[in-house]
């Protein structure tokens, strides 16, 4: 089994910078997905950026150029550096696990508000 714990989010204003972190630990495959989702108040839950154990990423379109995803697989730790942050992303921010033959894992969640 898989947990994950986040850290990391805050208040920030417009055009500011957070960093998140998540934390992996229990039965870790050597091959596996991590990244960050995140939901905003009667939203769906939408990819912010992925990153594979060989360190492929994918980011969505509204992260691409602000935000940068990462990983330290000695760690198992998984960041997501977020830059000229804007309104519009604030929400929860989820750290996700996938691999194959295990169901998604999440975090808690971790709370990013920008605020004008």
């Known amino acids: 089994q898989v947990q994950l714990v986040e850290s990391g989010g805050g208040l920030v204003r417009t055009g500011g910078s957070l960093r998140l972190s998540c934390a992996a630990s229990?039965?870790?495959?050597?091959?596996?997905?991590m990244g960050w989702y995140r939901q905003a108040p009667g939203q769906k839950r939408e990819l912010v950026a992925s990153i594979t154990s060989s360190g492929i990423t994918n980011y969505a379109d509204s992260a691409k150029g602000r935000f940068t995803i990462s990983r330290d697989n000695v760690r198992n730790a998984v960041h997501l550096q977020m830059n000229s942050l804007k309104p519009e992303d604030t929400a929860v921010y989820y750290c996700?696990?996938?691999?194959?033959?295990?169901?998604?894992?999440w975090g808690q969640g971790t709370q990013v508000t920008v605020s004008l």
């Open positions: 229990g039965s870790i495959s050597r091959i596996n997905v």
């Open positions: 996700s696990y996938s691999a194959s033959g295990v169901r998604n894992v």
